[in-house]
């Protein structure tokens, strides 16, 4: 069998506060292979967040593991995760998360900066990727100046200015209007058929998760955990037209009914 | 509109000024007011003017005094915030010293430093660096502690080393901050040095003040308080350029 391009095996994240201990993550497990393109859903609160936060380094575990090609990428403790490692991942914000002393361009360059990658290639393949999105007039332009839409396109292939293989995509267009929001799902379903990268996609809309992706994981509260994974049988590519068919329905039915069993009453 | 805007922007404060000085210059000529108790405001323009030569050592004294010490006090400020903020250790043992040095009135301590290190400039610029680096480190370290989580975890996410997260993002995000502490600096170092020289030495502003009103010479005490000001003007400008070329983006 191929080796999963991302495993969690049995991982549990336990945050202690003064006053509390919250167990944000318990005995989640998951495997992804390459090139999928997966939603994690769930209500706020459900650890989802800090799933990729996990596997992206920000965050330790308490326990558990988490490979990525078959190589275990969480060290423990205060280990921060080898660059080669970061250099696979990509992480695109709820938030534009621009820093404002920078230019456009010098923000989604950033990851080249900090990964030391130089040269003409690498300079290229910047401005090759703010054309893709249609930045490239605001090069040069403050993040204040820019809309939006457009401060999330530049954060989106900031995430993707290194190469990466993986995306991480926390909630990416949750604070944008719903025009705007379907037409970057669009274009984000366009980049992923053209660079074949694996992407997981963070969510509380369902149908959302069930436009972009091929399994939907589905995370209860308190605590944070797996409650199913439905894995959508719908033909690529996805369209903005196929949410009326009946199977397109028929499946968020299916995943409003999971979320619906999550106890709302338990969610502080 | 916008040229209008400017025109009055500029043109508002000039009137202002000279109306509160016609009164001041009014109230003093009619009410036949001494010299000596409140001089005419064209007086002391004259005598700013006329014994320039007079004040010019002490202006450049305290100037000097002011300057220095200001620009001590940044780099050493910066510096322990700097470090206290990224060790919390350093943050638990150092903090008490640090409130304990902003909230005791520096000027108590000035006859214990003149007593070890005399009526110098040195003694005086040190004074101003006690007092003034304090402020600027309690701002800098609040704009280091406010730092957003998500700017955190973006330079994480690319794996930033701790140089590269501060240069390229603790250090801008916290600029507001450490620009109003640098504000409150200035001010916390021309009364420190003023202060100080009121009680020590004959030379530099606050000597000439104490000097002048000693005589009734209340033109010439104006005349340098004037000067004073002047001082603070300049720190005051110096900080905007500053402001200027270094938060640019947030405009």
Redesign the interface.
């Known amino acids: 069998m191929q080796t999963p391009k991302i495993k969690f095996d049995h991982v549990t994240k336990v945050f202690e506060t003064r006053s509390q201990t919250i167990v944000a993550v318990k005995d989640y497990s998951m495997e992804i292979q390459a090139g999928e393109f997966i939603s994690i859903l769930g209500p706020s609160g459900c650890g989802k967040s800090t799933l990729i936060r996990m596997l992206d380094g920000i965050i330790d575990t308490t326990e558990g593991d988490i490979f990525i090609d078959g190589v275990k990428v969480n060290l423990g403790g205060k280990k921060k995760m080898p660059p080669e490692v970061l250099r696979k991942m990509g992480f695109i914000f709820q938030q534009p998360n621009m820093l404002p002393w920078y230019t456009v361009r010098e923000n989604v360059a950033l990851p080249l900066r900090v990964f030391g990658l130089k040269g003409k290639e690498w300079e290229d393949r910047v401005d090759e990727l703010m054309k893709m999105v249609g930045l490239e007039e605001y090069a040069n332009a403050r993040p204040s100046e820019i809309s939006g839409g457009m401060l999330q396109r530049a954060g989106v292939i900031r995430a993707m200015v290194h190469d990466p293989e993986i995306l991480l995509m926390d909630e990416p267009f949750g604070a944008l209007d719903e025009l705007t929001r379907e037409q970057m799902n669009m274009e984000l379903l366009d980049i992923w058929q053209k660079t074949n990268k694996t992407i997981i996609f963070i969510t509380h809309n369902i149908e959302e998760a069930v436009l972009l992706s091929s399994r939907v994981y589905v995370m209860g509260t308190n605590p944070g955990h797996l409650v199913e994974t439905v894995t959508l049988d719908l033909p690529r590519p996805r369209e903005l037209s196929m949410i009326t068919q009946s199977k397109f329905i028929e499946y968020r039915q299916k995943l409003e009914s999971y979320i619906g069993e999550i106890d709302l009453s338990k969610i502080k | 509109m916008n040229v209008k805007n400017r025109v009055v922007s500029i043109l508002a404060p000039i009137a202002s000024f000279l109306l509160i000085f016609a009164i001041w210059e009014a109230a003093c000529r009619i009410n036949e007011i001494p010299a000596w108790f409140l001089p005419m405001p064209s007086e002391i323009f004259k005598s700013m003017v006329v014994d320039f030569q007079d004040y010019w050592p002490h202006l450049l004294v305290t100037l000097q005094c002011v300057l220095i010490g200001f620009l001590i006090a940044i780099p050493v400020g910066l510096l322990i915030a700097t470090l206290i903020t990224s060790f919390p250790l350093l943050n638990a043992a150092m903090s008490p010293y640090i409130t304990f040095l902003v909230t005791t009135p520096l000027i108590s301590l000035i006859p214990l430093l003149m007593l070890a290190m005399g009526y110098g400039m040195n003694m005086r610029i040190t004074t101003v660096v006690i007092q003034s680096f304090a402020v600027i480190n309690m701002n800098a370290c609040t704009g280091f502690n406010n730092v957003p989580t ?2 955190r ?8 080393s701790r140089f ?1 997260t501060y240069r ?2 603790i250090l ?1 995000s916290a ?1 507001t901050d450490i620009i109003t502490g640098l504000r409150l600096a200035a001010i916390f170092a021309t009364t420190t040095c003023i202060s100080v020289e009121y009680n020590a030495g004959n030379t530099g502003l606050g000597s000439q003040i104490i000097k002048y009103s000693q005589y009734l010479q209340t033109t010439q005490s104006f005349a340098c308080i004037f000067y004073v000001t002047v001082i603070g003007l300049i720190m005051y400008g110096l900080i905007a350029l500053f402001q200027k070329k270094i ?1 640019s ?2 405009e």
């Open positions: 998500i700017r975890e973006l330079m994480q996410s690319v794996g930033a590269q390229m993002m801008p600029a938060v983006w947030q």
